[in-house]
């Protein structure tokens, strides 16, 4: 059963700062992982699609790297603003099961 | 607007109460899927169709959940004899079947359901 881990749970930063969130699975056997942003009592938006046969991804001040032999995910947010702050999620996808397995998330608030 | 739409955005109701969601993906979408979100919580996958066909279900879908895609269109959730465990927040997403490193799931703003 897929298990995923994000760390830290939450975030507080002053505005421009780069920061790092960190994501980690279980069962390394999967097919992509993807990264979502949910604002409060929102859907989810899907922020970046990283392939198992790749190494990063980017999308403007956005970058996912996957180690997918040891389970890790990173999301790298360049001169972070106050509009990035929401929970950020990662969800690996196992196609055995065609399902997304979610972390509980990061929550970021980013001040002004 | 053509992503995927939930309706209604909001229920509350009763305990003991049966309850409907209704689910548009996309629209050449033939994946769907039902999460289940409490608050605090990452997620969690319920159900999904490829086109009419159920193909999944996860053992959180009690026997009081039923979903359908008759068509292979929209989809709905049931939950029967509501219970104030079921409040949370409930997803469904899309995506079309194709090359799985790339298949992306595109998510509905949700149905918030309050059970009193």
């Known amino acids: 059963k897929q298990e995923v881990t994000q760390i830290p749970a939450a975030l507080s930063v002053p505005e421009g700062e780069n920061l790092v969130l960190n994501c980690s699975f279980t069962?390394?056997?999967?097919?992509?992982l993807q990264w979502f942003r949910q604002d409060p009592g929102k859907g989810l938006t899907s922020l970046l699609l990283?392939?198992?046969?790749?190494r990063e991804q980017t999308s403007g001040r956005l970058n996912a790297s996957l180690d997918k032999s040891s389970g890790r995910s990173t999301l790298y947010i360049a001169a972070s603003q106050p509009g990035d702050s929401a929970t950020y999620l990662c969800?690996?996808?196992?196609?055995?099961?065609?399902?997304?397995?979610f972390g509980t998330g990061t929550q970021l608030k980013v001040e002004l | 607007d053509t992503g995927v739409s939930q309706d209604p955005r909001h229920k509350i109701t009763k305990r003991g109460q049966n309850v409907t969601f209704r689910c548009d993906p996309i629209s050449e979408h033939n994946r769907l899927y039902w999460y289940r979100q409490t608050l605090g919580q990452g997620p969690e996958f319920l159900t999904y169709?490829?086109?009419?066909?159920?193909?999944?279900k996860s053992r959180l879908l009690s026997d009081r959940f039923s979903a359908e895609r008759p068509k292979g269109s929209f989809s709905t959730l049931e939950i029967q004899r509501t219970e104030q465990g079921d409040s949370a927040m409930y997803l469904c997403?899309?995506?079309?079947?194709?090359?799985?490193?790339?298949?992306?799931?595109?998510f509905g703003p949700g149905t918030r359901l309050l059970v009193l």
């Open positions: 997403a899309s995506s079309l079947r194709g090359l799985a490193l790339k298949e992306t799931q595109y």
């Open positions: 069962d390394s056997a999967i097919y992509n």
């Open positions: 969800a690996p996808y196992t196609g055995g099961g065609n399902k997304l397995t």
């Open positions: 169709f490829q086109n009419e066909a159920q193909l999944e």
């Open positions: 990283i392939q198992s046969s790749q």
